[in-house]
């Protein structure tokens, strides 16, 4: 099939898609009608059951809590995926990090993306947590505040060399620190059992003013666990894929 | 003045100014995703991406939704253009 | 504008479609792909808008104000975050094929032997 062909196949099917999606638009109720009963539902009663003013967050971590859970082990299984397919295969060596010179011409980092990454390493870090401890009064939580935090490790790598980026950030540790991350999000849905209560029900206490760093229960519990955990899922899939560019060589070519 | 009744924060701007704002960004988004699609060179292509990533964020802004915002920014323009340019290092051939 | 946010939509998963049937390079198709992601991420929050209201933070408005869904921002939030792993992973299969095949047209890679 010829590459003019196909074009002319994709024309036709597009266009019957393109017919039946403006065919189903036009019983819509219009953007900005959001004529739903759920979701104002929740505005009506979210701030006084969890003592959360950031109304996101409670619905992700709270009213469906569920759904998080199943897309937080999606991001899991890829994670260990990228571990599993980008493993050592047969036939490959490691050479060591500190040889450059074999068969690439990598020219020196410059002076000023040394400096920049420098200056913003620390602060990315810093932020990245803030984000990810304040998910019940911002607009913040776990899932942002866990990719600033990889974001700030990955400038350590550009800082400096890749030895440096390997000691801060080891694989056996960001292993831990994964499964403590996506255990502990289920390990609180459990405690919501044994403690007689549906699964993830908010079982701590909720604190006395709506708002607060220290209220909404379970909320910033769980956010601060999901932040743990998407923070070690990316730091190992930016490391596994610098071992591969780095130190991974065919072993005979 | 919004037809909406007891919608009266400092933050409150006329109906009509929003919806300026969202179709000029709306139409900037089509035109961002086109030009994604037809750059063909890969490495090329990650640098639309980032801006295309930079562009989402400002509509999921308009569109009053700030924690996606900070998603759309921070995987768009930091976490997708490494993961793909690190691959994109790995499969460059050794002659170029 | 009752209906421009889905017709853009529907662009941008058909510009997105267009790049994925028309590639010849591995990594370009998985950019397409993410492209089409974010059509759903528009589409979700198109949903959910009403006209005229505010954000649903009440950190600094006062309670009971009018404001957008929040459960579509609560779907499109970690779904960005997700397919973004998931982009990592068809990644690292598409640095596998080219080692095993030398190549990353995908013309050239459907025809497996054995």
């Known amino acids: 099939m010829t590459q003019a062909q196909r074009r002319w196949i994709f024309l036709v099917a597009g266009t019957g898609l393109a017919a039946f999606y403006l065919w189903g638009l036009s019983g819509l109720p219009g953007f900005g009608n959001y004529p739903g009963p759920y979701g104002p539902a929740i505005l009506q009663v979210a701030v006084a059951q969890t003592h959360a003013t950031g109304v996101v967050s409670a619905v992700n971590f709270l009213y469906r809590g569920f759904d998080t859970v199943g897309e937080e082990f999606i991001l899991f299984t890829a994670a260990s995926g990228v571990s599993v397919v980008l493993r050592h295969l047969r036939g490959e060596r490691d050479r060591s990090a500190v040889d450059e010179a074999a068969d690439r011409d990598v020219p020196p980092t410059s002076s000023a993306v040394r400096m920049v990454a420098l200056v913003f390493a620390g602060p990315a870090i810093v932020v990245g947590w803030w984000l990810a401890s304040h998910a019940q009064t911002n607009p913040s939580g776990g899932f942002q505040g866990g990719v600033v935090l990889a974001s700030g490790f990955v400038l350590v790598y550009l800082a400096g060399e890749f030895l440096v980026f390997e000691r801060f950030s080891p694989v056996d540790l960001l292993d831990v620190v994964e499964g403590v991350g996506a255990g502990g999000f289920a390990a609180t849905g459990l405690t919501a059992v044994f403690l007689s209560m549906p699964f993830l029900a908010n079982w701590l206490d909720l604190g006395q003013y709506p708002g607060a760093v220290s209220s909404s229960g379970t909320i910033a519990l769980i956010s601060f666990f999901v932040g743990l955990e998407v923070a070690a899922a990316f730091i190992l899939i930016v490391g596994e894929l610098l071992e591969q560019t780095l130190l991974i060589r065919q072993g005979e070519s | 003045m919004t037809e909406l009744a007891g919608v009266h924060t400092p933050y409150t701007v006329p109906v009509v100014m929003m919806d300026v704002l969202q179709i000029t960004v709306l139409v900037l988004v089509a035109a961002g995703a086109t030009a994604v699609v037809l750059v063909r060179r890969p490495v090329r292509q990650v640098v639309v991406l980032s801006v295309y990533g930079v562009l989402l964020a400002v509509l999921f802004l308009v569109f009053q939704a700030p924690d996606v915002t900070l998603s759309a920014l921070t995987i768009g323009a930091v976490a997708l253009p490494i993961v793909l340019l690190l691959t994109l290092a790995k499969v460059r051939k050794p002659e170029e | ?114």
């Open chain 3, 1 to 114: 504008m009752a209906v421009f946010p889905f017709v853009v939509v529907a662009w941008i998963l058909g510009i997105g479609l267009y790049g994925i049937v028309t590639s010849r390079h591995l990594v370009h198709q998985i950019v397409c792909l993410t492209v089409v992601q974010s059509s759903t991420y528009v589409l979700l929050l198109g949903v959910g808008y009403v006209t005229g209201a505010v954000a649903p933070y009440y950190y600094d408005v006062p309670d009971h104000t009018p404001a957008v869904d929040p459960v579509v921002q609560a779907l499109a939030l970690t779904d960005v975050v997700v397919e973004a792993a998931v982009t990592a992973l068809l990644l690292s299969f598409a640095v596998q094929a080219h080692k095993r095949f030398g190549t990353l047209d995908p013309h050239e890679l459907a025809s497996m032997k054995g």
